[in-house]
């Protein structure tokens, strides 16, 4: 039977399992759920980072499993949504969250940094669904939730294999949403835009970025000036934070029939409005001039004609 109603909501103590829970939005995120809801937690991090846990006051408890995964070792989210089921026999909500970052720009990416954030931010995702998925289909109930970014939604010179990895994940997920439906399994992807953090502080780079990033004489390096401060500066300055996004976060696991798109912030919906109502030229032709310090981007910068 096509279902075309609500989707089933999730049980007062469903089973929630959350990637990258201890710092940044996901611990907010974490506090949240364990603040605001009656679910079971499994919330995973890497091992080196599984320590965190205690200092930020979560343990291992009736309510709570703490599980070790890496997102770029495959078969670590197979074994945590198999370790949560041996727990308590069910995997309710899935909720991607863990993400890299990592500055370069096309040219100067290396297949050792791209691979690994297309682990983090597509591959391992993706392994965590298709190991949740047969449950949540047997009970006919679940929620996959993945934090995607307005990255997923349009990309940023000096970010290519960002914005790759989250097209990417948007592209599977929108497929997903079609295909889980008639089981009562919802799809959301959460857009936020910047959120006031540190986590740029955590962007990598590649050895040919980072060496034009320092080098005022290398081709990119305006590029990359211009970028890195205003990405910082956006950061610092927005009034999104991870608290808003959390909460946005619950809303969605929480409503009946939650969308497949969800914009996070502010600025997430300016850019979808401006994406929508412009057309697709003058979109890129607005957004070019109003990259920082453009005139100055390689040498004697002209605009081609496209
Ligand atoms: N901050 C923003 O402005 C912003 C905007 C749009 C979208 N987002 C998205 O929001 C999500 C959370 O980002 P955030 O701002 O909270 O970033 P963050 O503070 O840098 O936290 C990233 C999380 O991902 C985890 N992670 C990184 N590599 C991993 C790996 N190999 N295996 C497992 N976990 C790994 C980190 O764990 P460790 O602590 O062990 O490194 C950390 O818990 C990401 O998907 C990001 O793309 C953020």
Request: charged share 25%; glycine share 6%; with cysteine.
């Amino acid at each position: 039977m096509l279902r075309s109603g609500p989707y089933p909501a999730l049980p007062a103590d469903a089973v929630v399992l959350l990637t990258g829970a201890t710092r940044g939005l996901g611990l907010v995120l974490a506090r949240a759920l364990r603040r605001d809801t009656a679910f079971r937690l499994v919330l995973t991090a890497r091992a080196s980072s599984l320590p965190r846990f205690a200092t930020e006051g979560f343990s291992d408890d009736d309510r709570t499993l703490l599980l070790p995964l890496d997102a770029t070792r495959p078969g670590e989210g197979r074994a945590a949504v198999a370790a949560a089921e041996a727990r308590w026999g069910r995997v309710d909500a899935l909720v991607n969250n863990a993400g890299l970052a990592l500055r370069a720009v096309v040219e100067h990416l290396d297949d050792a940094r791209f691979d690994e954030v297309m682990a983090v931010n597509f591959r391992a995702p993706a392994e965590l669904i298709q190991a949740a998925l047969p449950g949540m289909r047997a009970r006919r109930l679940g929620r996959i939730l993945t934090i995607s970014s307005v990255g997923g939604m349009m990309a940023m010179p000096t970010m290519a294999a960002y914005s790759a990895s989250k097209f990417a994940i948007e592209g599977l997920c929108e497929s997903l949403w079609y295909e889980i439906r008639p089981w009562g399994v919802a799809v959301s992807l959460v857009e936020p835009g910047f959120i006031n953090s540190d986590s740029f502080t955590r962007t990598r780079r590649t050895p040919a970025s980072q060496a034009s990033e320092t080098d005022p004489a290398e081709p990119y390096h305006v590029h990359y000036a211009a970028m890195g401060a205003l990405i910082a500066h956006l950061m610092r300055r927005t009034w999104a934070t991870p608290e808003g996004v959390a909460a946005t976060v619950l809303r969605t696991l929480r409503a009946r029939s939650p969308h497949l798109r969800v914009r996070a912030t502010p600025d997430a919906l300016l850019f979808d409005y401006l994406r929508r109502w412009l057309p697709r030229r003058l979109y890129h032709h607005v957004l070019f001039h109003a990259l920082p310090e453009v005139r100055r981007w390689g040498p004697a910068s002209r605009e081609p004609r496209d």
